[in-house]
């Protein structure tokens, strides 16, 4: 089992709401990841981090920010939702010299109504 | 920009068989190719990597087939079991290290009894 945990598994939550979506990991690993995916579809990259202090935006552009203090922490927010970011986040970690092997956690199902 | 993409959105086949998963990618320059598998409520787990120097790498009931002519990538799971009912994702990358992977859409592998 991966050591790498999300919380909320399930949030549902109104429109203009400020949500964080928590992230983190035991394993030591420098690269931590933020994906996006719709239901049966393709995963999109959204955040990655090198390591502490480090963000970048990923592929898809997306109106969350990240932040990276801690190694182990790689929190995603959303300052005011929409129904448009109704979606599953997956958060996932690597070992940088070894990053074809993430490791996922369960994810987030956020729903905006 | 470049993507990975698949044949065949669904894929039945009968338990014992095996299953072949394809995969065609664009970006002749990656040199990582990555197979995730996906459980319903799980986040994609790691299954098997091969870079472009090889042409084949075989894991636990699991071989990848990399045709660079024709930038296709398979993966072959032998004696196919409901355990393998997930949806498969091939990714590739420009390195081991650093670059970020690109994901395909997916293929729902479902196991007959």
């Known amino acids: 089992e991966a050591d790498i945990y999300q919380t909320p598994r399930y949030l549902v939550i109104g429109t203009g709401k400020k949500i964080t979506l928590e992230c983190s990991q035991t394993m030591g690993h420098d690269k931590m990841y933020w994906y996006q995916q719709d239901p049966g579809m393709e995963l999109h990259l959204i955040h990655y981090s090198y390591g502490v202090n480090s963000t970048e935006k990923g592929d898809l552009s997306s109106e969350s920010t990240v932040s990276r203090i801690r190694t182990e922490h790689f929190p995603l927010t959303l300052e005011s939702a929409r129904p448009s970011h109704t979606s599953q986040y997956l958060c996932a970690s690597s070992e940088f010299f070894r990053d074809t092997e993430a490791f996922f956690g369960q994810g987030t199902r956020l729903t905006v109504v | 920009g470049e993507s990975v993409g698949l044949h065949l959105p669904t894929l039945s086949v009968q338990e014992g068989d095996n299953s072949i998963i394809n995969c065609a990618y664009s970006?002749?320059?990656?040199?990582?190719f990555i197979w995730y598998k996906q459980e319903s409520g799980k986040g994609p787990q790691f299954i098997i990597d091969?870079?472009?120097?090889?042409d084949k790498r075989q894991g636990q009931r699991v071989t990848v087939l990399l045709n660079k002519t024709v930038k296709h990538l398979s993966l072959q799971i032998a004696a196919t079991q409901p355990g393998d009912s997930a949806v498969y994702f091939c990714a590739e990358t420009l390195d081991n290290y650093g670059q970020n992977f690109v994901f395909g859409p997916g293929t729902r592998l479902s196991v007959l009894p």
């Open positions: 970006n002749s320059a990656s040199d990582y």
């Open positions: 091969i870079r472009s120097n090889m």
